[in-house]
């Protein structure tokens, strides 16, 4: 084993036995740019637990970390609050390490890890929403977190230290080996946070407005939140609960995401008159050309926009392949409350450009504004002139969207 990874220590009696990623820039598609890191904790009590594992490849780093603070053959209990390999991957070598007295996930989570693990011959506890394990002076209770991001999810509260271990709920992708917030530049913190929740728990928006109503209702003490992936904060807290109070809502803002794919520039020239038009009506532009931009940026400028307006350019008929990667994945993103329109430029068959619009509104849920632009070829004046009072008709939309959304939240208050 490699002594040089320790342990790093949250309180006297938690620690952080995690495995940080250096390398990874590519996460199920999404972009790592900051790499990533799989959190782990280890609760020394009379029962000594671990919290989650890590990815399978850093077995020596994680092990090493969780020996230099005891014999890992001496862990307890170990729980397993979401079965997804990231943090699932060395249960097994645990369960053969150490023969825990106790392994601990909920009902979907054991049905999930003998979906993995098909060998895993050992006799998972399952602990219900509310339940509460005793490791000695320290009390940790469940919560159940269907949904978020997995039907097995869940999270974990010790009272006593008023540290939540959230699985990968409040998380973000970023390698540090500094483990607290506090010590990352705050711009860091927010966009990696903004990022991952645009990419990974956006489409269980409703899940996560129910979870946050549970957390607020509960009434915990919070010292700490411990996530799966990056720092644990300990500074931010009311801050990342405000934003996963406000991010699941999605409620309009006066920002537009213009999306394009140019082959000979046509798409382009319709892009930059859509963005003038925007701009006009004071409308914070943010053009992401197809070539440049990756979808999990893409999809986190969504995040907090009213708007997305999508260019492409035709191929073989067929909508440009670059074009088809972002709407998928903004298909299964399901962003809610965007209005926008479809835009491009064709050679001798438009209907790509038809199902362009289609996939907008019947798939992703967009609220249409005005029509389908298409240039043959080369736009000229007029297409142009289209495009830039396309571009002025959805910022005063979006105008009009906000302000009934200032309204409604103004009823709600007085009410
Ligand atoms: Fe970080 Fe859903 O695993």
């Not at 002076?137 to 269907?146: A, G, Q, S, V």
């Not at 142009?384 to 009072?389: A, E, I, P």
Request: glycine fraction near 6%; hydrophobic fraction near 40%.
């Amino acid at each position: 084993m490699n002594d040089y990874f320790k342990a790093l220590k949250i309180t006297d009696n938690i620690y952080w036995v995690g495995a940080i990623d250096w390398q990874i820039r590519n996460f199920h598609g999404y972009n790592t740019s900051r790499g990533t890191t799989y959190n782990a904790y280890l609760v020394i009590d009379d029962k000594i637990t671990l919290i989650d594992t890590v990815k399978k490849p850093f077995k020596d780093e994680f092990l090493s970390r969780i020996d230099s603070i005891i014999d890992p053959a001496d862990i307890d209990y170990v729980i397993s609050n979401h079965s997804e390999m990231d943090h699932s991957g060395l249960l097994p070598e645990i369960i053969d390490i150490a023969k825990p007295e106790k392994v601990i996930a909920s009902n979907m989570g054991i049905k999930a890890l003998h979906s993995h693990f098909h060998n895993l011959n050992y006799n998972i506890h399952a602990v219900k929403d509310g339940e509460v394990l005793n490791t000695g002076k320290y009390n940790i209770n469940f919560f159940e977190t269907r949904m978020l991001h997995w039907p097995d999810s869940m999270i974990s509260y010790l009272a006593e230290e008023q540290i939540l271990f959230s699985n990968d709920i409040f998380g973000m992708h970023l390698a540090s080996l500094n483990i607290f917030d506090d010590e990352i530049e705050d711009y860091i913190l927010f966009n990696e946070s903004a990022k991952y929740f645009a990419n990974i728990i956006l489409p269980y928006s409703t899940f996560v407005s129910k979870a946050m109503h549970k957390l607020r209702s509960s009434n915990l003490e919070l010292k700490y939140i411990a996530t799966d992936h990056g720092p644990i904060w300990r500074k931010h807290i009311s801050k990342i609960l405000d934003l996963y109070e406000k991010w699941p809502l999605q409620e309009p803002t006066l920002k537009a995401v213009l999306i394009y794919h140019t082959m000979w520039g046509s798409t382009e020239k319709m892009s930059d008159a859509i963005a003038e038009g925007l701009a006009s009506e004071n409308i914070d532009v943010n053009v992401m050309p197809l070539n440049v931009s990756h979808r999990s940026d893409i999809a986190t400028e969504v995040l907090d926009a009213g708007a997305i307006i999508f260019g492409t350019s035709v191929l073989n008929g067929n909508i440009f392949p670059a074009s088809s990667d972002v709407l998928n994945y903004l298909n299964g993103l399901k962003p809610k409350n965007i209005i926008g329109f479809g835009f491009g430029s064709y050679g001798w068959s438009k209907s790509a450009l038809d199902n362009l619009t289609t996939t907008l509104a019947n798939d992703i849920g967009i609220e249409l504004v005005g029509e389908t632009i298409m240039s043959n070829y080369v736009p000229d004046k007029e297409i142009l002139t289209k495009c830039y009072d396309q571009g002025v008709l959805v910022g005063k939309k979006l105008k009009e969207k906000c302000n009934e959304t200032l309204e409604m939240r103004s009823m709600r208050i007085h009410s």
